[in-house]
């Protein structure tokens, strides 16, 4: 897995890398299957303050892209503490690339189902073209 880390207007210390580090690495449970596979992991993530010259709001923002054997999964917000945001946007993140895993082996597991049927001559329908 390559991982980029970048900081705009302002300074990545050791204490936020290794913050975004941790936060990234608890995804890699769902990504390490990927790895075993010989497939190709690149995670991208961006911090940003929006403003220099604010107290309170919205102002710092964490990016994350994940690109996963030519799937892309992204997730941006706005918070008020650098660290919340990071936290959210792991959590967006595992879950949109739980939510896509589950749906392949859903549809996986329904056309196998259906080439048994086939199979087995209990229905006529051919999975392949959806005809009769």
Known sequence: MQINLQGKNMELTEAIKDYILKRVT?????????????????????????????????????DCLIKIDGREFYSGVDADDLYVAIDEVKETLFNDIRKNKDRRQTLFKRGAASIKKMMKGLSKRNPFTSKY
């Open 26 to 62: 608890n995804l890699e449970k769902l990504l390490s299957g990927i790895e075993a596979k010989q497939g190709k992991v690149m995670v991208n993530f961006e911090v940003s303050k929006s403003t220099n010259h604010h107290r309170s709001g919205r102002f710092f923002h964490a």
